[in-house]
């Protein structure tokens, strides 16, 4: 059974940090390339950072860049996502999305609450 559970979400102030992890299985974790997207309320779903299925390379959303990191474990089938630097515009459901390198399937998780707020 394929799953995608997300962690780490939660209430933090403006300039502050989070974690997120997302736990992969029941499938080949390394040959999906791993991404972070986020959805605030009453706007689309925007992507926000996304790896390779080796983790050579990363791409990030413009509004994140500098300040989100993501990376993944392939031995622990894991991928993270650090922000730091929180401003209230990012808050949001944040979701994570595994993409098949060789084909079309692609994954979901359940999504965790992000909310960044004084």
């Known amino acids: 059974q394929v799953q995608l559970v997300e962690s780490g979400g939660g209430l933090v102030q403006p300039g502050g940090s989070l974690r997120l992890s997302c736990a992969a299985s029941g499938f080949t974790f390394s040959s999906y390339a791993m991404s972070w997207y986020r959805q605030a309320p009453g706007k689309e779903r925007e992507l926000v950072a996304g790896?390779?299925?080796?983790?050579?390379?990363?791409n990030y959303a413009d509004s994140v860049k500098g300040r989100f990191t993501i990376s993944r474990d392939n031995a622990k089938n894991t991928v993270y996502l650090q922000m730091n630097s929180l401003k209230p515009e990012d808050t949001g459901l944040y979701f994570c999305?595994?993409?098949?390198?060789?084909?079309?399937?692609?994954?979901w998780g359940q999504g965790t609450q992000v909310t960044v707020s004084s």
């Open positions: 999305n595994a993409r098949y390198d060789y084909g079309l399937t692609e994954h």
């Open positions: 790896i390779t299925s080796a983790g050579w390379r990363t």
